[in-house]
């Protein structure tokens, strides 16, 4: 097992790839500390974590809040003793047009995507950076990487992502703590249903044209790219984006 002893730190536990990211941590032999949100979705998680045999605790975290992020990693290190590996997956989607985006709605998913990232990566790394470093992992997206009309917010904020890996990843190398972001593609879950609902199966069948491997991911299959980049078996990847998306990015095929 690749994370025996070692305690992970998960915002957005509550659903899709952060919960699938608990449970695989766990299978790997962590104990995880859990944040969102959605308090009964975090119960649902800590049940499925101890099915495992491994131990959960969980904090209602809002990830736009310096103060909530900070208290989860305090709740992981006095309740666990530690902290080794932290997975920033809380995020937001949004469907707007450059010229009718509102402010508000701008402001809500950089806030969520990007301030929500890069507060919870700096709280642990605050704390691993006086115990030997550690590990961070911040969930980015495919759309980080490419343009997408009526995704001028998101696609942004997700590109900022992959960005504040790379910096944050030449600056904490110096405390032996490595940086790096999955950026996943086309995924069953929620958040992904919850867009299939607003447009209709017909973007299914549009988007899954352009995936090589013809099919949506399983949240399993993100978790096992974090769980790899969380672990030692990646000790000497630092600053790097781990696209996985089933072929879809490199994809030149009109
Ligand atoms: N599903 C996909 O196709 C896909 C593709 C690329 C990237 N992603 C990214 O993966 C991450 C996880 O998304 P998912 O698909 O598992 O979605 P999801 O909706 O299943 O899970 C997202 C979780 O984040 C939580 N959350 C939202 N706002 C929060 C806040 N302010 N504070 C704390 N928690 C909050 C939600 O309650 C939810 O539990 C996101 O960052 C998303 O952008 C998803």
């Known amino acids: 097992m690749r994370l025996t002893d070692k305690v992970i730190g998960i915002s957005g536990a509550a659903s899709g790839i952060g919960r699938a990211c608990a449970v695989a941590a766990a299978a790997e032999g962590a104990n995880v500390a859990l944040g969102d949100i959605d308090q009964q979705g975090l ?90 470093g550690g590990s961070l992992v911040n969930i980015a997206s495919m759309y980080g990487q490419r343009a997408f009309p009526l995704r001028a917010a998101y696609c942004t904020s997700k590109a900022a992502v992959i960005m504040l890996t790379q910096v944050m990843a030449l600056e904490l190398a110096e405390h032996n703590i490595r940086v790096n972001a999955v950026a996943p593609g086309y995924t069953d879950t929620p958040l992904f249903q919850a867009g299939l609902v607003r447009d209709g199966q017909w973007k299914l069948d549009r988007m899954l044209e352009r995936v090589p491997t013809g ?10 790219a974090a769980i790899f980049l969380l672990s030692d078996d990646a000790s000497y990847v630092n600053g790097h984006t781990l696209t996985t998306d089933g072929g879809w990015v490199i994809n030149g095929k009109w």
């Open 43 to 132: 119960t649902e998680t800590v049940r499925l974590v101890e099915e495992t045999g491994q131990q959960a605790v969980s904090h209602v975290v809002d990830v736009t809040s310096e103060t909530d992020q900070s208290d989860l990693v305090t709740l992981a290190t006095e309740h666990f003793g530690g902290l080794h590996g932290w997975i920033g997956s809380a995020g937001t989607g949004s469907s707007d047009t450059v010229l009718d985006h509102s402010r508000e709605e701008w402001r809500r998913v950089m806030h969520i995507n990007v301030d929500g990232v890069f507060f919870g990566a700096q709280a642990a790394a605050r704390y691993m950076r006086k115990h030997n």
């Open 215 to 224: 099919r949506l991911a399983h949240p399993d299959e993100i978790a096992k």
